[in-house]
């Protein structure tokens, strides 16, 4: 009996020390329990606010205070093709096409369709290029809405993924986030993707009903910061700062 006591004691302080560690955080540098290097996050939130599923991914949200999200510095997101172009001598611009010189010695050409249609209508912008996964990044843009284009420089294969890639740390996945509570012409939450040496292997996708992510970080390998941005009942919105936590 005394042993199962003790078990019992032994499996609620690990309960505890988990949760103490999910709300505080970790200091910046220490490593979780498999050995991954973590960032200084602490919650605001005792329990997770929402849980986010991403295919056999669960995700877990706390609030952060606004100074811990401002210690982190969003990636450099450049919308200006001509500095792109500038900086990739394999992508040109000739009228209305993009040319993309591939790795194989083929060319692949980008149009774009001016037609007055939402069927047809489709305009390329080239904007990054993204040597970790051998691609290159192209924002397309449709009547009513967007998305974003991966172009492989190997052989020109193209993925459309919502937006542009938020990587991971250890470059083993990416995420997409995208936000649209009002007008739902773009889709509102995330996208999840691996990363398996050149290849991009989907994992998920989660739409959220209730808030929308912006201004999102990938911070460490297990955690990732956004703006969470609501509406509420007199149709004002609502901005807080939380952190996701990969399980």
């Not at 991954?36 to 599923?53: H, N, Q």
């Not at 939402?118 to 998305?147: C, M, R, W």
């Not at 990938?218 to 609502?238: A, F, H, M, R």
Request: charged residues 20%; proline residues 4%.
């Amino acid at each position: 009996m005394n042993m199962y006591k003790n078990l019992f004691y032994l499996m609620t302080v690990a309960v505890l020390l988990w949760s103490c560690g999910q709300q505080k955080g970790n200091k910046s540098g220490e490593k979780d329990s498999s050995g991954v290097v973590m960032a200084d996050v602490p919650a605001t939130s005792e329990t997770p606010v929402d849980t986010i599923s991403l295919a056999n991914k669960t995700f877990f949200v706390y609030t952060i205070d606004s100074a811990v999200f401002e210690k982190f510095k969003l990636p450099t997101q450049d919308t200006s093709e001509a500095q792109a172009l500038a900086k990739d001598t394999t992508v040109k611009r000739n009228g209305s096409s993009l040319l993309f010189k591939l790795q194989n010695g083929k060319t692949l050409t980008l149009t774009d369709n001016d037609n007055d249609t939402a069927a047809t209508f489709g305009h390329y912008l080239y904007v990054a290029n993204y040597p970790e996964i051998n691609k290159k990044g192209v924002i397309v843009y449709y009547y009513e809405s967007q998305d974003f284009l991966l172009v492989d420089n190997h052989n020109g294969d193209t993925l459309h993924i919502w937006t542009e890639p938020i990587f991971s740390p250890d470059k083993k996945h990416f995420l997409c986030a995208s936000m649209d509570l009002v007008a739902a012409f773009l889709p509102n939450g995330f996208q999840l993707y691996d990363i398996e040496k050149d290849k991009i292997k989907y994992v998920g996708e989660a739409n959220l009903e209730t808030w929308g992510p912006t201004q999102t970080k990938w911070v460490d390998p297990k955690t990732i910061l956004c703006q969470y941005i609501s509406i509420d009942e007199e149709g004002n919105t609502q901005s807080k700062y939380v952190k996701l936590v990969m399980q």
